[in-house]
């Protein structure tokens, strides 16, 4: 099978849905998370999946971090970055290390409410309807050529809480068909 990481910050509720996808293409090779004291990382022990965690301020520059990563990755035969909650931008030297073959999902339809609290800002702007989307990274926030999108209907008398349920329910299905999908085509 072929090796993927998955980057984290957070609960890592879709990296919990990756791990348990059934018939997936590849394997969970490292977790990587750059906050060390989040749940994610428990959620990687009990899976048995390696961690990589690192903070960012014990490094002199975005460019150090991301080449210990892209050593540790490579090392290791990671062929996929699949970004979950990831919230630090990627730059060239992650990029360049792994070209066309890191992707993010994102609780908007982009280019609909970029960047951070998509669900809120949707919530507050009484969208009718926002989504979910799967896409490549670039050097932008939330920017790179979309993959795969999904709507979500905003309901009457939805709370931000039941909203960002629903919405992170379709990401649980998505993200996972999607990474499967663009293995097995790439
Ligand atoms: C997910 O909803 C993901 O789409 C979002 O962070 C959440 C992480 O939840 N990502 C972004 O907003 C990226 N800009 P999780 O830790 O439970 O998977």
Redesign the pocket.
Known sequence: KVKAAVF?S??????QAIIEAESMACEIAVLVCDQPGAT?IEKAEAYGVPVFSFRAKDFSSKEHYEQEIVSWLKKDGVEWIF???Y?RICGPTLLRAFKERIV????SLLPDFP??D??GQAFKAKADITG?TVHYIDEGI?TGPIIAQQEVPVMPGDSEETLKKR??AV?HQLYPATINELILTK
């Open positions: 984290a957070g609960t890592g509720s879709n990296f994610v970004l979950a909650g919230m993010n999902i994102h609780p960047g951070k998509a669900i979910v939330d919405i992170q990401e």
